[in-house]
């Protein structure tokens, strides 16, 4: 079978106002690399101006919404700044963002789902916010925006003791906005929702929006202030003795 180029694990799909990326690297449940995170940039940045474009969404390929940083890549180059401007360009896009979400949910692969305004889920959907065990500190300003979704000691719990969680408990606390009966009803009832948004005056959908997202510097900042503790703490043996012993296990 042909190894898929990094340029091909963003599938791009615009058609009838809709924006469809597909993050297509199911070997690894859809592992994000920083070639994935800067096309994934660019298109929602070039979204923005495009006015044939209400709505973004967001899915993953082979049956998983995203397993989180591919550790390898990661590893590699660990400050690369592409995971910065994918981050920035999803939090301050005007357009409605949905996400189709099934699988595993993991790390950025759950935390980016605080920036989108949709989030439809499959049954058993994983997700997981496991930073605290690889001796980090939460992304994508989730420090600041979990605990105003389901309230701060369920955002502590989730945070502070990486407990992983499913669609059913998701929806219950307010961190997914509809729990589907299949993955195939997900993508349907994904592609509805897309469809009845794409319908809307498009000026009157980005603003109302806008005035929705009430504190977008307090989420840059935050995500800024992230970003910093976290290049802190990967400089730190302990951290480092983590990600390196994850590594050996996914050689073997």
Known sequence: MRKLTMSEKIIVNKEDGILRLVFNNPEKKNALTSIM???????????????????????????????????????????????????????????????????????????????CDFVYAAPETYFSFPFIDLGLVPEAAASLLLPKLVGHKKASELLMLGRPFYSEEALKIGFISKLCSSENTLFDEGDKLAQILATKPRDSLLFTKRLLCTEEEAVSDRMTREHQIFRDLLGKKETQGIISGLLGKKKK
């Open 37 to 115: 995170y800067s096309s994934l940039a660019q298109k929602i940045s070039e979204a923005e101006s495009d006015l044939s474009i209400k709505v973004i969404i967001l899915s993953g390929a082979g049956g998983n919404f995203s397993s989180g940083n591919d550790l390898f890549d990661f590893i590699n180059d660990p400050f690369n700044p592409s995971v910065i401007s994918f981050l920035e360009s999803l939090s301050s896009s005007n357009l409605p963002i949905i996400a189709m979400v099934s699988g595993v949910a993991v790390g950025i692969g759950a935390t980016m789902l605080l920036h």
